[in-house]
Protein backbone atom coordinates (compact mmCIF):
# COMPACT_ATOMS: atom_id res chain seq x y z
CA UNK A 1 0.00 0.00 0.00
CA UNK A 2 1.30 3.21 -0.98
CA UNK A 3 0.50 6.33 1.64
CA UNK A 4 0.16 9.30 0.19
CA UNK A 5 -0.20 12.50 2.31
CA UNK A 6 -1.89 15.70 1.00
CA UNK A 7 0.55 17.83 -0.56
CA UNK A 8 0.91 21.86 0.46
CA UNK A 9 -1.59 22.90 -2.88
CA UNK A 10 -4.25 20.37 -1.27
CA UNK A 11 -4.23 21.43 1.81
CA UNK A 12 -4.67 25.55 0.35
CA UNK A 13 -7.48 24.70 -1.66
CA UNK A 14 -9.04 22.72 0.91
CA UNK A 15 -8.71 25.81 2.99
CA UNK A 16 -10.09 27.76 0.43
CA UNK A 17 -13.05 25.69 0.25
CA UNK A 18 -14.27 25.46 3.73
CA UNK A 19 -14.36 23.40 6.56
CA UNK A 20 -16.43 20.82 4.98
CA UNK A 21 -12.94 20.74 2.25
CA UNK A 22 -10.60 20.29 5.01
CA UNK A 23 -12.65 17.22 6.65
CA UNK A 24 -12.35 15.32 4.06
CA UNK A 25 -8.58 15.81 3.33
CA UNK A 26 -7.94 14.62 7.05
CA UNK A 27 -10.48 11.86 6.92
CA UNK A 28 -8.53 10.28 3.63
CA UNK A 29 -5.60 10.87 5.79
CA UNK A 30 -6.96 8.42 8.51
CA UNK A 31 -8.98 5.68 6.22
CA UNK A 32 -4.85 5.21 4.90
CA UNK A 33 -3.65 5.18 8.22
CA UNK A 34 -6.09 2.52 9.09
CA UNK A 35 -5.38 0.21 6.22
CA UNK A 36 -1.83 0.66 6.55
CA UNK A 37 -2.41 -0.78 10.09
CA UNK A 38 -4.25 -3.26 9.14
CA UNK A 39 -1.70 -4.89 6.75
CA UNK A 40 1.15 -4.43 9.10
CA UNK A 41 -0.83 -6.33 11.48
CA UNK A 42 -1.49 -8.97 9.13
CA UNK A 43 2.29 -8.96 7.95
CA UNK A 44 3.44 -9.68 11.79
CA UNK A 45 1.13 -12.52 12.02
CA UNK A 46 2.35 -14.03 9.12
CA UNK A 47 6.35 -13.42 10.30
CA UNK A 48 5.02 -14.69 13.89
CA UNK A 49 3.91 -18.35 12.65
CA UNK A 50 7.24 -18.51 10.20
CA UNK A 51 9.35 -18.26 13.18
CA UNK A 52 7.43 -20.53 15.24
CA UNK A 53 7.42 -23.16 12.55
CA UNK A 54 11.42 -22.27 11.83
CA UNK A 55 11.92 -22.69 15.77
CA UNK A 56 10.84 -26.51 15.70
CA UNK A 57 12.53 -29.68 15.79
CA UNK A 58 13.16 -32.93 16.88
CA UNK A 59 13.06 -31.91 20.14
CA UNK A 60 10.12 -29.28 20.68
CA UNK A 61 7.90 -31.31 17.90
CA UNK A 62 7.28 -34.35 16.63
CA UNK A 63 9.42 -33.58 13.39
CA UNK A 64 11.58 -36.07 12.81
CA UNK A 65 15.34 -36.02 13.50
CA UNK A 66 15.89 -35.94 9.71
CA UNK A 67 14.69 -32.53 9.58
CA UNK A 68 16.74 -31.03 11.88
CA UNK A 69 19.46 -30.02 8.84
CA UNK A 70 23.39 -29.92 9.39
CA UNK A 71 22.26 -26.88 11.75
CA UNK A 72 24.36 -26.62 15.54
CA UNK A 73 21.86 -28.08 17.91
CA UNK A 74 21.40 -25.15 20.76
CA UNK A 75 22.48 -26.44 23.61
CA UNK A 76 21.22 -25.17 26.79
CA UNK A 77 23.18 -22.83 28.59
CA UNK A 78 24.30 -23.51 32.34
CA UNK A 79 22.61 -21.48 34.98
CA UNK A 80 25.82 -22.43 37.22
CA UNK A 81 27.01 -17.94 37.59
CA UNK A 82 30.94 -18.44 37.36
CA UNK A 83 33.14 -18.31 40.24
CA UNK A 84 35.41 -15.69 41.44
CA UNK A 85 38.24 -17.84 41.97
CA UNK A 86 40.43 -18.99 38.40
CA UNK A 87 40.29 -22.09 36.81
CA UNK A 88 42.98 -24.76 37.73
CA UNK A 89 44.62 -25.03 41.09
CA UNK A 90 43.88 -22.52 43.67
CA UNK A 91 47.41 -20.61 45.48
CA UNK A 92 48.49 -22.32 48.49
CA UNK A 93 47.56 -25.62 47.10
CA UNK A 94 49.88 -28.60 46.92
CA UNK A 95 50.24 -30.42 43.19
CA UNK A 96 51.38 -33.27 42.47
CA UNK A 97 53.28 -34.43 39.34
CA UNK A 98 55.49 -37.69 38.50
CA UNK A 99 58.81 -37.11 39.81
CA UNK A 100 61.76 -38.90 38.27
CA UNK A 101 63.13 -42.67 39.47
CA UNK A 102 65.97 -43.63 41.13
CA UNK A 103 66.41 -46.94 40.34
CA UNK A 104 65.12 -46.99 36.14
CA UNK A 105 64.68 -50.60 34.91
CA UNK A 106 66.51 -49.94 31.54
CA UNK A 107 68.94 -47.35 30.69
CA UNK A 108 69.99 -46.25 27.37
CA UNK A 109 72.92 -44.02 26.77
CA UNK A 110 72.85 -42.17 23.53
CA UNK A 111 76.32 -42.03 22.68
CA UNK A 112 77.82 -38.72 20.38
CA UNK A 113 79.17 -40.11 17.70
CA UNK A 114 81.19 -36.45 15.92
CA UNK A 115 81.04 -33.02 17.46
CA UNK A 116 78.20 -30.98 16.65
CA UNK A 117 80.25 -27.91 15.58
CA UNK A 118 83.28 -29.19 14.14
CA UNK A 119 81.85 -32.82 12.74
CA UNK A 120 85.55 -34.20 14.73
CA UNK A 121 84.95 -37.98 15.59
CA UNK A 122 84.42 -38.43 19.57
CA UNK A 123 84.14 -41.93 19.45
CA UNK A 124 86.55 -43.33 23.07
CA UNK A 125 86.77 -39.49 24.44
CA UNK A 126 85.06 -39.70 28.03
CA UNK A 127 81.76 -38.21 29.09
CA UNK A 128 81.79 -35.56 31.46
CA UNK A 129 78.13 -35.57 32.01
CA UNK A 130 74.52 -36.84 31.17
CA UNK A 131 71.64 -35.16 30.07
CA UNK A 132 68.69 -37.68 31.30
CA UNK A 133 64.84 -37.99 30.29
CA UNK A 134 63.14 -40.72 31.59
CA UNK A 135 60.22 -41.95 29.71
CA UNK A 136 57.38 -43.80 31.71
CA UNK A 137 55.58 -46.75 29.93
CA UNK A 138 52.70 -49.43 31.27
CA UNK A 139 53.84 -52.64 30.61
CA UNK A 140 51.49 -54.81 28.53
CA UNK A 141 49.51 -57.43 30.58
CA UNK A 142 51.42 -61.20 30.73
CA UNK A 143 48.62 -64.18 31.32
CA UNK A 144 50.48 -66.95 33.80
CA UNK A 145 49.30 -70.41 33.25
CA UNK A 146 49.95 -72.74 36.31
CA UNK A 147 49.06 -76.48 35.73
CA UNK A 148 48.46 -78.20 38.73
CA UNK A 149 48.97 -81.97 38.55
CA UNK A 150 47.57 -84.09 41.00
CA UNK A 151 49.86 -86.97 41.84
CA UNK A 152 48.60 -90.98 41.72
CA UNK A 153 49.94 -93.55 43.90
CA UNK A 154 49.23 -97.00 43.79
CA UNK A 155 49.13 -98.16 47.61
CA UNK A 156 51.58 -101.36 48.30
CA UNK A 157 49.12 -102.45 51.04
CA UNK A 158 45.73 -102.19 49.55
CA UNK A 159 46.56 -101.66 46.24
CA UNK A 160 44.05 -98.86 45.61
CA UNK A 161 44.60 -95.74 43.61
CA UNK A 162 44.82 -92.27 45.50
CA UNK A 163 44.99 -88.69 43.85
CA UNK A 164 46.79 -85.57 45.55
CA UNK A 165 44.85 -82.55 46.47
CA UNK A 166 44.80 -79.08 44.57
CA UNK A 167 45.83 -76.60 47.43
CA UNK A 168 45.69 -73.39 44.86
CA UNK A 169 44.07 -70.30 46.15
CA UNK A 170 40.96 -71.34 44.35
CA UNK A 171 40.37 -75.24 44.62
CA UNK A 172 37.44 -75.32 42.57
CA UNK A 173 39.65 -74.63 39.43
CA UNK A 174 41.47 -77.13 40.00
CA UNK A 175 38.08 -79.48 39.66
CA UNK A 176 37.25 -79.12 36.09
CA UNK A 177 39.67 -80.02 33.30
CA UNK A 178 39.75 -77.65 30.28
CA UNK A 179 40.59 -79.54 27.39
CA UNK A 180 40.02 -77.46 23.68
CA UNK A 181 38.15 -78.88 20.88
CA UNK A 182 39.72 -81.70 18.40
CA UNK A 183 40.78 -79.61 15.54
CA UNK A 184 40.01 -76.29 16.92
CA UNK A 185 42.33 -73.91 18.54
CA UNK A 186 40.55 -71.95 21.76
CA UNK A 187 42.57 -69.26 22.99
CA UNK A 188 43.36 -68.57 27.00
CA UNK A 189 40.42 -65.61 26.92
CA UNK A 190 38.10 -67.67 25.15
CA UNK A 191 38.75 -70.37 28.14
CA UNK A 192 37.93 -67.65 30.56
CA UNK A 193 34.71 -67.07 28.84
CA UNK A 194 33.43 -70.06 28.90
CA UNK A 195 33.56 -70.96 32.67
CA UNK A 196 30.67 -70.55 34.33
CA UNK A 197 32.80 -68.70 36.99
CA UNK A 198 33.43 -65.13 37.01
CA UNK A 199 37.10 -64.09 35.67
CA UNK A 200 39.87 -63.28 37.82
CA UNK A 201 42.40 -61.23 36.08
CA UNK A 202 45.37 -61.59 38.25
CA UNK A 203 46.50 -65.17 37.98
CA UNK A 204 44.33 -67.69 35.71
CA UNK A 205 44.30 -70.98 37.29
CA UNK A 206 43.39 -74.03 35.11
CA UNK A 207 44.47 -77.83 34.65
CA UNK A 208 44.55 -79.95 31.84
CA UNK A 209 43.54 -83.29 31.41
Known amino acids: MNFQLPTDDEI ?32 AEALQALQARQAKDSRN ?17 SLRKPGDKPNGG ?13 APDWIETHEVPSCGHCQAPLLGIESVGYEERQVFDIPAIRIDVTAHRAEIKICPACGSASKGTCRSPS ?17 PISIIFQSSERPRYSKIWSSTG
Open 12 to 43: CVAFEKGQAAILDLFHDVSRQMHELAQELAKQ
Open 61 to 77: SSKPPSSDGYGKVKRTE
Open 90 to 102: QPGHDGQTLLASE
Open 171 to 187: PKRCNTALRSTPGRRTS
